[in-house]
């Protein structure tokens, strides 16, 4: 099983240049200000909101094809930065990339609206090195194993710690980024790029349908409720995929398998292996798992845009499975 260590070394090379401070890294240092978080309040209530809203208006107004399929476009872009991008790529160092994949992979992950691309790596690389033990950002274990210990550990896994005022230090867990100045000017521009996404949508329904209101409701459902949906998911990785779920690979933490998040979070929620081989590209790794970021990781392979790319062997598999560990032993 790879160490909280290994996940740190084997993480993309830094970039030369001089030493950065965390306050020319990215958006905020090492204590989250007022400001930010009722920032952060409003890209989660406002989204939120018009989930609500969603279906009693959809009911009255319909929804047309043009609303669905902005929807679905900007939800994948997004869950896809975030996955490939954010988690397996810079997080974990699971594949190499070009430069221009790298930025475009940057950027991707910051239309998803889930914060600056060097605080969200920082705070998931020490979420591995303390996986459901004292330190962990976000262990749904946070306040005991009784019920109604865990419904509290459940929303603060899922949200509650985002609105904690001390922060993961970006120097410690993800100088490789701080030191990258074009990782670092992405990082720096988020709000610019959650802007340009939850502004793209209703500008294309309006270019479109030639009219406010097709602008109106191509905002409604391919950024509001896009992003509501796609931050609910991502939170349920957090929260829902390390207190159930299937665990038939060896972790040191409750990370389980939940198959029915694995669509909508692009192969996330295989979660139970991504714990047992964190470097690993794959997380699906059995029959059936759908793991469509895996899926454009090898797209990215066979164009040359990534090379060096860990996919999982299946002796590494084998060893990792707790019937594997029970044999040895």
């Not at 020319?24 to 930010?36: D, F, N, P, Y």
Request: aromatic letters at 12%; a positive charge; one cysteine or more.
């Amino acid at each position: 099983m790879a160490t909280s260590t290994d996940v740190l070394e084997d993480a993309p090379g830094p970039a030369s240049g001089p030493p950065v401070t965390s306050h020319s890294a990215t958006l905020g240092g090492e204590q989250k200000r007022s400001v930010e978080q009722i920032t952060l309040l409003l890209f989660i209530a406002v989204p939120f909101l018009a989930v609500l809203a969603a279906l009693p208006l959809a009911w009255g107004w319909g929804v047309s094809w043009l609303d669905l399929g902005l929807l679905v476009v900007f939800y994948f872009v997004g869950c896809h930065g975030i996955t490939i991008g954010f988690h397996r790529y810079f997080t974990h160092g699971s594949f190499k990339a070009k430069r221009p994949l790298r930025i475009a992979l940057a950027v991707m992950g910051s239309l998803a609206v889930e914060g600056p691309v060097v605080r969200w790596v920082a705070d998931h690389r020490k979420h591995h090195k303390f996986s459901d033990a004292d330190g962990d950002p976000h262990s749904p274990w946070r306040y005991g194993e009784t019920v109604p210990a865990l419904l509290k550990g459940l929303w603060w896994a899922h949200m509650g710690w985002m609105f904690n005022e001390e922060q993961t230090s970006q120097e410690k867990y993800a100088p490789d980024l701080v030191k990258d100045p074009a990782i670092r000017a992405v990082s720096r521009q988020f709000i610019a790029w959650a802007a340009l996404s939850l502004f793209l949508p209703g500008l294309i329904g309006g270019l479109v349908t030639m009219s406010w209101w097709g602008a109106f409701t191509a905002f409604f459902w391919g950024s509001l409720v896009r992003v509501a949906l796609l931050h609910h998911v991502t939170w349920s990785i957090n929260s829902i995929c390390h207190a159930v779920g299937k665990r038939p690979f060896k972790s040191r933490d409750r990370s389980g398998n939940v198959w029915w998040l694995a669509v909508l979070s692009c192969g996330e929620s295989w979660h139970n292996l991504h714990h047992a081989d964190p470097t690993s590209a794959r997380h699906g790794v059995e029959r059936g798992q759908i793991d469509s970021s895996a899926r454009f990781i090898r797209w990215f392979e066979l164009l040359g845009w990534a090379h060096d790319v860990r996919w999982p062997s299946a002796d590494r598999i084998a060893s990792r499975r707790k019937e594997q560990v029970a044999d040895a032993a």
